[in-house]
T-cell receptor, first 109, second 112 residues
Framework: DAKTTQPPSMDCAEGRAANLPCNHS???????VYWYRQIHSQGPQYIIH???NNETNEMASLIITEDRKSSTLILPHATLRDTAVYYCIVLYNFNKFYFGSGTKLNVKP | AAGVIQSPRHLIKEKRETATLKCYPI?????VYWYQQGPGQDPQFLIS???????DKGSIPDRFSAQQFSDYHSELNMSSLELGDSALYFC???????????FGPGTRLLVL
């Protein structure tokens, strides 16, 4: 199973871009990178996912390096409501998610 | 849009009692996953079902069992409850051929 490594916490000023890194050096060629966030014990919320190409949706952008060993989630204009734990997950075998420790993002006014 | 529904949202039980948690997936989703999140912990995969059959199993205690019914809802049955079973229990669902899991709001179980 591909494991992920994320910094335990990050701070970001409100209105600025939040860039959350994730290392997944053992990722296999057919494993997707998923990002979820959990706001204060609520159910994890899907943000974005990708395989090789960079992806963008209404919530965020996902940048995956060419060797696929790392990725960065970008929240372009962070708000206080984006304060949450962000999980980078490598989806193994199209089935269960293995949640790592995640990054606690603190958005400050 | 309809989301995953879990009931009850909160549950308090005594040690050695039993508990049943229910999960109603998003309409047309046929796969259900259960996760346990202890206090200060990250979610841990317990078990999953696809088309009413168990598809994968994680760190689920033998005291726990689960099943998926013909309407695709799922129930997690927990017996001989222990203090350490106090946790948030999340259910997630997805549709065949898709990988993105959508999580419910969770059931908070407190065992006294």
């Amino acid at each position: 199973d591909a494991k992920t490594t994320q910094p335990p916490s990050m701070d970001c000023a409100e209105g600025r871009a939040a860039n959350l890194p994730c290392n997944h050096s053992t990722i296999s060629g057919n494993e997707y990178v998923y990002w979820y966030r959990q706001i204060h014990s609520q159910g994890p919320q899907y943000i974005i996912h990708g395989l090789k190409n960079n992806e963008t949706n209404e919530m965020a952008s996902l940048i995956i390096t060419e060797d696929r060993k790392s990725s960065t989630l970008i929240l372009p204009h962070a708000t206080l409501r984006d304060t949450a734990v962000y999980y980078c997950i490598v989806l193994y075998n199209f089935n269960k998610f293995y949640f790592g420790s995640g990054t606690k993002l603190n958005v400050k006014p | 849009a309809a989301g995953v529904i879990q009931s009850p949202r909160h549950l308090i039980k005594e040690k050695r009692e039993t508990a049943t948690l229910k999960c109603y997936p998003i309409p047309r989703h046929d796969t259900v996953y259960w996760y346990q999140q202890g206090p200060g912990q990250d979610p841990q995969f317990l078990i999953s079902f696809y088309e009413k059959m168990q598809s994968d199993k994680g760190s689920i205690p033998d005291r726990f069992s689960a099943q998926q019914f013909s309407d695709y809802h799922s129930e997690l049955n927990m017996s001989s409850l222990e203090l350490g079973d106090s946790a948030l229990y999340f259910c997630a669902s997805t549709a065949r051929g898709e990988e993105t899991q959508y999580f419910g709001p969770g059931t908070r179980l407190l065992v006294l």
